[in-house]
């Protein structure tokens, strides 16, 4: 089971109120495991539209266990991250800093990686902007945009239907992703013309359900199906 780790706060009337914080069990294997799912996720960043299935023993709060698995794997001190209101529960921020010793930042602009869910996108202002896109002579600083939502397909099916293609694609790859907000297939479809105006600074980014996740990196041009 989980362990139960204490913080102790004053509250408003200045007693102090014990919190309970749940602290979830990470990789077994800490370095073998990062290793595999790291490698996972230089599969599907490279070849674009490729379902990788990604896993950890468990979930916290509304933190899958997948999306926690890449946290672990991809994180550490040097890579700040910023977590939307979804995910930046006292729980979550814990065992992320636990388990990976990432800086948690309030200020979305100095962040490497972001954590968010397809429905708060409509609430981002500046949305992409919002995050850092890289500099001319570092764009690979860019952020990675990591969205959990309800299911991805490497095929048509009931979210919203892409058509990929670009380096890594042979010829075409078609994926189905849940729940996107018009705001972001807008600027990942380019409609705007923003996203291929800014290349190559821009967002990459990771959209994953409970088991698999698909990559697309800034590379990769998508076509709304």
């Given at each position: 089971?989980?362990?139960?780790?204490?913080?102790?706060?004053?509250?408003?009337?200045?007693?102090?109120?014990?919190?309970?914080?749940?602290?979830?069990?990470?990789f077994q294997k800490p370095t073998h495991d990062s290793q595999r799912v790291f490698?996972?996720?230089?599969?599907?960043?490279?070849?674009?539209?490729?379902?990788?299935?990604?896993?950890?023993?468990?979930?916290?709060?509304?933190?899958?266990?997948?999306?926690?698995?890449?946290?672990?794997?991809?994180?550490?001190?040097?890579?700040?991250?910023?977590?939307?209101?979804?995910?930046?529960?006292?729980?979550?921020?814990?065992?992320?800093?636990?388990?990976?010793?990432?800086?948690?930042?309030?200020?979305?602009?100095?962040?490497?990686?972001?954590?968010?869910?397809?429905?708060?996108?409509?609430?981002?202002?500046?949305?992409?902007?919002?995050?850092?896109?890289?500099?001319?002579?570092?764009?690979?600083?860019?952020?990675?945009?990591?969205?959990?939502?309800?299911?991805?397909?490497?095929?048509?099916?009931?979210?919203?239907?892409?058509?990929?293609?670009?380096?890594?694609?042979?010829?075409?790859?078609?994926?189905?992703?849940?729940?996107?907000?018009?705001?972001?297939?807008?600027?990942?479809?380019?409609?705007?013309g923003e996203r291929n105006a800014s290349f190559p600074l821009g967002l990459d980014?990771?959209?994953?359900?409970?088991?698999?996740?698909?990559?697309?990196?800034?590379?990769?041009?998508?076509?709304?199906?």
């Open positions: 089971g989980a362990n139960q780790s204490e913080l102790f706060h004053p509250s408003s009337r200045g007693r102090l109120i014990m919190t309970a914080l749940t602290l979830i069990k990470g490698r996972q996720l230089l599969k599907a960043m490279s070849e674009p539209g490729t379902l990788v299935y990604v896993d950890s023993p468990e979930s916290i709060d509304s933190l899958h266990a997948s999306t926690f698995a890449v946290c672990q794997a991809m994180m550490d001190q040097q890579t700040p991250l910023w977590l939307s209101p979804n995910f930046a529960t006292p729980n979550i921020k814990h065992n992320l800093h636990f388990h990976t010793g990432v800086p948690i930042v309030e200020e979305s602009q100095q962040s490497l990686f972001a954590l968010m869910s397809p429905a708060e996108m409509d609430s981002v202002e500046r949305f992409p902007h919002v995050f850092f896109q890289g500099t001319d002579e570092y764009p690979e600083t860019g952020c990675t945009v990591i969205v959990q939502v309800q299911s991805v397909k490497d095929d048509l099916g009931e979210g919203v239907n892409l058509r990929l293609t670009g380096p890594g694609i042979e010829t075409a790859q078609l994926v189905s992703i849940s729940d996107l907000s018009p705001p972001l297939l807008n600027y990942l479809s380019n409609q705007t980014f990771i959209f994953i359900d409970k088991n698999q996740l698909v990559c697309l990196p800034r590379t990769t041009q998508v076509e709304v199906l």
